[in-house]
Every structure is written in structure tokens, then in C-alpha cells.
């Protein structure tokens, strides 16, 4: 009889694919099932901070994303085009990337730990025993079952877990741009245009749109608005002329996202009454989806992924199940903290204020979950 423990997972998003490989190097066999056809992520950029950068560097591939991302030198936000703030956060690691690039390093390490991945591959549940059921009939057995199969979860809705739901009265459609610093140096000479930019405007309608430079080619831009604004929203094309009217000195880069098909996205906090049923573990947007205002919610699945494969590793596997409600109790508020900072931020419309990222703000930001004594006070 071979010791080896065996965990089967559903969905490669960041979530998944950070727990698969983490697993994996602790010595598990690995199965990750993506219901779709090819491992890729579709999304355009993304803000780091440590938290998830701990976690990168724990599983072996800081260099690289080092290489193909950026630290901006400020966040800055303005208010109507007027600077309202510019934060160099001292002390906080943070780095801004892609999502496809993110997706591609995370893809390759868990290959190279010996994951086996199978794309085209549907869960349709999973039971409290340690079964995944996939489209097709198949039911896979395993010491550890992870739901990490994002914000409409099967794992999670097979199992009958209870949870609720808030959507933003706001909604945001991204890109990923050619960066054309040139140009916008041409129209702003003044501006740092390798800084974060949250450009928010609210009167006479709320337009924002967040720039961010995710290296030193492509440029990340969000753009926000409520999802009652007919225009505002409109996609795959967005308006341009509406949203020149109110960000003129963004043109070049407005321009070059009319040339890719947007989809505005409305964005969601989900409580659930439980992580964990039996031998079943959620993580990630099927958990905690949250609002992005503090660009977390990638982060906190990093991180819970992660803090999940050393506390799966390190119980005995027939105390499994207790061990992840010890998991869910230690690591649950931490996150639930941060979606209710960025829930709140995202119903007041709070960041258009600037100095966001002080105080309390940074708890999950600083948070190692790669320290084995994080926990110390909180036992
Ligand atoms: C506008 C916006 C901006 C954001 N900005 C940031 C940011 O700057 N920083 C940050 O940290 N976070 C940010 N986030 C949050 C972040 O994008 C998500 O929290 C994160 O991507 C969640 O990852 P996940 O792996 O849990 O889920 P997902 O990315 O949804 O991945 C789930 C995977 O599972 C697959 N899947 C789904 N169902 C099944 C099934 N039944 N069977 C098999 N596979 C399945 C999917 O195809 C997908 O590959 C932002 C979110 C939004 C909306």
C-alpha cells in the first residue's frame, strides 16, 4: 500500500493551482481538473502584495515573476484629475503584473512539481468522504478534495453550503494595453505615468478608471462604472467618446481598448457559513469572493491555497477533517477582515478619497503565511 496522499482539485485559477503545487512539493500526488479546454487565464493585470508574494517565494518562483513584473514607484489617486494622494507604501511589498503571465509561472511550477493536470475536465461535486465527481461519471477518491473552482463553485454548491451574497452597485470592464508612455507623456508632460493611477471621477458621473502599469510593455487598465450607466458599461466595444469626455489625456490607451472585445464584470462579496465539510476544503473566489478595492481577492486565495497545503500536510490524514476546521478557524478571520474593509470601500466609493493603503488596511497585506508562528498570539 503506497503512503502517499492523494488530493484531487477542481479548477486551475490561482487558487487551485497555487494549493496543487504546494501539495505537490510536500510529497502528495496531485490531480487538478479545469473545465476548460487549455490552462489559461483570460483576465488582463494584477496588484501583489506580500502576502501572495511570500507565498511565490516559497514556492520557488519569485525570480521569475520578479523578472516579468514591476513595483510602480507611487499609487497615486486623483480626484476630478487633481492629486489627492500619492502613496509610496514604506515597508509593503507589492508588484503589479499580468494575468496571464501570473497564470503561466503558477502553470509551469505545478507541471514541474508533478501535477497532473486535466483540462476539458468538468467537477460536478464532491462528497464530504473525499469523492469528486467529474461530467462523465467519473468519481475520484482522495485524502483531500479543494474547491477552488471560483465564484459559482460546484464543489461548494454540491455540498449544500450555505452562504451570502453582495453585489456591487459597481461593475468594471479591463484591458491590457500596449503602454504608450510616449503618448501620454506627450499630453501630460508632468504626470509619472509609471505610477498606479486611480483616476476617479464623480461628478457629473461617476467614470473611473485605474491605471496601471503592469510592466514595461503592457499596461493594466479598469475601467469603472455603475452598472445603471447604459454607456458607462457598454461592451465588448467601450465608448469611447464618453470616456474621453471625462479622462481626455487617456486617449491613447482608451483607443487601444476599443480594439479588444471588453466584458464589464459586477463585482461580488460571498460569506459562506462554512469552508470545510468532512474531508472537502474551499479556497479562493469559491470561499471569499470580495470586492476589489484592496486587490486581495487573488491574494487571499494565494495565501488560504497555500496555509491549506501545509495544514493538510501536516495532520494526520485520518484527523484530516479536523484539521481543516482548525485551518478555517485560524486563517478565516483574516480574510473576512479584508472583504469587509474592501466591501465597505467598494459600496462608499471610499478610495476616491486617497491614503488608502495605511493602518488596518495593510493587515493582509503584511500577513506571512509562510511564517509557522503567525498564529502564536492568536491561539
Ligand atoms: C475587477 C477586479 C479586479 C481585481 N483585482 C485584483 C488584484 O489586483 N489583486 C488581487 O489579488 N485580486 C484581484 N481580484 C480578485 C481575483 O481576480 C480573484 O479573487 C482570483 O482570481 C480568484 O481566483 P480563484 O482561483 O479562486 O478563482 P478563478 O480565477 O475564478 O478560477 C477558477 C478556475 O476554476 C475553473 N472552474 C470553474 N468551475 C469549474 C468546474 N466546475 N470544474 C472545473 N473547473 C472549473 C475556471 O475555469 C477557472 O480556471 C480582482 C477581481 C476583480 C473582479
Not at 491590457?176 to 499630453?187: A, C, F, G, N, S
Amino acid at each position: 500500500m503506497s503512503s502517499t496522499r492523494h488530493a484531487e482539485i477542481a479548477g486551475a485559477g490561482f487558487a487551485g493551482l497555487t494549493v496543487a503545487t504546494a501539495l505537490a512539493q510536500r510529497g502528495w500526488s496531485v490531480r487538478l481538473h479545469e473545465k476548460g479546454t487549455e490552462l489559461r487565464e483570460q483576465g488582463a493585470g494584477i496588484v501583489l502584495f506580500g502576502n501572495s508574494l511570500k507565498v511565490l517565494e516559497s514556492l520557488g518562483v519569485i525570480d521569475e515573476i520578479n523578472e516579468g513584473s514591476m513595483t510602480p514607484p507611487f499609487y497615486e489617486t486623483r480626484m476630478q484629475n487633481v492629486i489627492v494622494s500619492d502613496e509610496d507604501m514604506p515597508g509593503v511589498w507589492w508588484r503589479t503584473l499580468t494575468r496571464p503571465f501570473l497564470h503561466k509561472v503558477l502553470s509551469e511550477a505545478a507541471r514541474h512539481a508533478g501535477v497532473e493536470i486535466a483540462t476539458g475536465s468538468e467537477v460536478i461535486g464532491a462528497t464530504e468522504s473525499g469523492t469528486l465527481r467529474v461530467r462523465g461519471g467519473e468519481e475520484l477518491e482522495a485524502d483531500l478534495v479543494v474547491g477552488a473552482d471560483g465564484v459559482a463553485s460546484a464543489v461548494r454548491d454540491s455540498l449544500g453550503i450555505r452562504y451570502d451574497r453582495w453585489n456591487a452597485k459597481d461593475g468594471i470592464t479591463r484591458f491590457l494595453v500596449p503602454r504608450r508612455k510616449e503618448d501620454l507623456q506627450r499630453i501630460e508632460p508632468d504626470t509619472e505615468w509609471d505610477n498606479v493611477i486611480d483616476f476617479w471621477n464623480l461628478e457629473p458621473r461617476v467614470l473611473r478608471v485605474l491605471y496601471t502599469p503592469a510592466n514595461a510593455r503592457e499596461l493594466y487598465i479598469a475601467l469603472m462604472a455603475p452598472s445603471d450607466d447604459k454607456e458607462g458599461s457598454a461592451t465588448p466595444t467601450i465608448n469611447l467618446d464618453v470616456w474621453t469626455s471625462i479622462h481626455p489625456q487617456l486617449r491613447p490607451v482608451l483607443e487601444e481598448a476599443t480594439k479588444i472585445d471588453g466584458k464589464y464584470f459586477r463585482y461580488q462579496t460571498n460569506r459562506l457559513e462554512q469552508w470545510t465539510k468532512g474531508r472537502v476544503a474551499l479556497i479562493g473566489d469559491a470561499a471569499h469572493a470580495m470586492a476589489p478595492a484592496l486587490a486581495q481577492g487573488g491574494g487571499c486565495a494565494m495565501m488560504n491555497a497555500f496555509t491549506l497545503a501545509t495544514a493538510a500536510t501536516a495532520a494526520d490524514p485520518a484527523d484530516l477533517p479536523d484539521a481543516l476546521v482548525e485551518w478555517e478557524r485560524l486563517e478565516r478571520p483574516f480574510t473576512e477582515r479584508c472583504q469587509d474593509r474592501s466591501q465597505e470601500y467598494a459600496s462608499t466609493r471610499g478610495m476616491s478619497q486617497g491614503g488608502q493603503f495605511v493602518g488596518d488596511n495593510l493587515e493582509t497585506a503584511l500577513y506571512d503565511p509562510t511564517d509557522p508562528n503567525r498564529h502564536l498570539a492568536q491561539v
